[in-house]
Each structure stands twice: as structure tokens, then as C-alpha cells.
């Protein structure tokens, strides 16, 4: 879809309302507000996020635009809050180097980040499975001792129950998408979770997307976590997901126990990871075949443990 008289998207068919910023805009647009960058090569990254573009800038910087309007808040909470978070994670977070403004037709803040080398995580076929796992539990027990005061509440991280009829529905739908005995198992699971005690402790700052497009390695170690869009204060257990769409079976336990997950959390962060899976699911097995299989392997993770399929 066309936008404005410069028309930043690409010829192909795109949802209403979002936009595909190809790299003549990205070029207009630096050398429109940051003509010392502009110069750079710019290349595109391939991601599996769908409401951002994302551009490498030369050798040591990215940018990053959205590309649907409700990405937008998405760069203004990095902005705000990963400088406060940044210096008390085990790990690199992203470094917001310039924001830019509408211009060129594109119609929406965007932003300059620098560059973070890394790799992300092949799930299947992880290098060192444990010690990614106590990578992860070492970031998420330090993410979770940041005082929270004054954090913006997170899109995940309520109570599992507001999402119970969303959820219903998307079993529902999921009906000829994955074998007909896991519908009944997938709710199996997913009303134990939502009866699982809430939270009880204080707001604890989430980052809300902990999957595999989102953390980048080296030699099998966690060096950064990456789009921080979601990320707010709730329930600690959303991030906890990762021990079923990144982590192997046989790290899982170990996992838990380092981060300190009692059975009501660990419940929730099962009743996440479904609910996450079943409502990408139906959403995007014919837009995104790759993540719909995402979706279905961490599915399927989840009601093996239960011997449900």
C-alpha cells in the first residue's frame, strides 16, 4: 500500500495500514535528517518480526521502522527505558543511537541503532543447550530484580485469564491445523494454567518476546537480547516461555530450577507459551509458513509433557 506521493512500500499485497519501507526510502530519509549516515551501505536483515523493518546501516549501526501503527510505541518504551535496564542485565541490549521523524511519505517515527554481532539460536540444533539455559535463567533472574517503580504495564504479562476467551477462540480455530486430539488437550492445559494461582509478588519488569529471533549468540552463549518492544512490567512468568519454544526436553528441569520457578509459575509460563502459539497459529499458517511452524513445534512441546500427543 502506497503511502503518500513517495510510495515506500513494495509492489507486493499487504495488509491495510501496513507499510514495507524499501531501502530508496530508508536512504531518503537519512539523508533527509542524519546526512552523515547516509552515505553508508544499507542492507535489509531478514527477521521473522512482521511489524518492523529492519536495515543494516554500514558496519556499526541498524535501522529499524515500523511498519503497522501499532509498532510504534514499540521504539518510544526502548527509548525510555532500556538505558535504565541496560546497566544491570548480564547481557547487551540495544543501544538507541537517533530517532527520525515522518518524511518521504513514510508516515511514522523510526530509529538508528547500533549494531550487535551475534547469532540467533537454531532451535534443534543448539550448540550447548545448558549453558544457553543458564545464560537465560542468569539474564531473566537479573531483569527480574530491577525495580520496577514507574515501569509501563506490559502487553504480556496480566493475568492469564484476560486472555481465556482469545484463547478459546483460537483452539477453536485451530481445528484442521494440528491433529484433532490436541484441541481437547490444548484446553486441557490451558484452563489448568489459567487456574493457576496469580502472581502475588510486586510488578517485575518482562521483556515479553523471549524467543529465538530475539536473543543472538556466540559460540552457543547468550551475548544479547534483542526487540524490546513488549517489553513492561507483570508477570515473570510470560518470559519463562522460552523453556518450550527455544529450550530442548532434557535442559527444561534444570531451567526451571534456576530460575527459581515454583509449580504456580511454572503453570503460567506453560499457559503463555500455549496461548502465544495457538493465537499465531491460525493467524499466520498461510501468511508465514515458518512461523507457523514455530507455532505448532512449541504446541506440540507443550502437550508431550502432558502425553497428550
Known amino acids: 500500500m502506497a503511502v503518500g506521493q513517495a510510495g515506500p512500500v513494495s509492489a507486493g499485497s499487504l495488509p491495510r495500514d501496513e507499510v514495507d519501507p524499501d531501502p530508496d526510502l530508508v536512504r531518503r530519509l ?4 542524519f546526512p552523515h549516515w547516509a552515505g553508508l551501505p544499507i542492507v535489509r536483515v531478514e527477521s521473522t518480526a512482521t511489524d518492523t523493518a529492519l536495515y543494516r546501516l554500514g ?5 529499524r521502522l515500523p511498519r503497522i501503527g501499532w509498532a510504534i510505541p514499540q521504539i518510544e518504551r526502548e527509548h525510555e527505558w532500556l538505558p535504565r535496564l541496560a546497566p544491570l542485565l548480564p547481557v547487551a541490549v540495544p543501544e ?19 549494531w550487535l554481532d551475534g547469532d540467533n539460536p537454531v532451535v534443534g540444533h543448539l550448540e550447548d543447550a545448558y549453558s544457553l539455559a543458564s545464560d ?18 506490559a502487553g504480556r504479562g496480566g493475568a492469564l485469564r484476560d486472555r481465556d476467551d482469545a484463547t478459546r477462540e483460537a483452539i477453536g480455530a485451530s481445528r484442521g491445523l494440528i491433529p484433532t486430539r490436541a484441541i481437547a488437550a490444548a484446553t486441557t492445559v490451558w484452563e489448568a494454567a489459567v487456574s493457576a494461582p496469580e502472581w502475588a509478588g ?28 513488549t517489553l513492561g512490567t507483570g508477570d515473570p512468568a510470560v518470559d519463562l516461555g522460552v523453556a518450550w519454544n527455544l529450550l530442548p526436553v532434557e ?5 526451571r530450577i534456576m530460575v527459581d520457578a515454583d509449580a504456580a509459575t511454572w503453570r503460567r509460563a506453560q499457559g503463555w507459551a500455549l496461548t502465544i502459539a ?13 512461523l507457523a511452524r ?10 508431550a509433557e502432558h502425553g497428550d500427543i
Open 96 to 114: 538507541l543511537l537517533a530517532v527520525g521523524g515522518p518524511a518521504e511519505g513514510y508516515p511514522w517515527h523510526w530509529a538508528i541503532y547500533a
Open 30 to 33: 537519512l539523508t533527509g535528517q
Open 202 to 229: 510486586p510488578p517485575a519488569w518482562v521483556h515479553g518476546d523471549l524467543a529465538a529471533a530475539n536473543l543472538l549468540t556466540h559460540a552457543g552463549r547468550l551475548t544479547a537480547v534483542i526487540n524490546w518492544g
Open 136 to 153: 537465560l535463567a542468569r539474564f531473566l533472574r537479573a531483569l527480574r530484580r530491577v525495580p520496577s517503580d514507574g515501569g509501563p504495564p
Open 251 to 255: 535442559v527444561r528441569d534444570t531451567f
Open 294 to 303: 514455530s507455532a505448532r513445534r512449541v504446541i506440540r512441546e507443550i502437550l
Open 278 to 290: 495457538l493465537l499465531q497459529l491460525p493467524y499466520l499458517h498461510a501468511t508465514d509458513p515458518a
Open 59 to 63: 558496519t556499526g549501526s541498524a535501522v
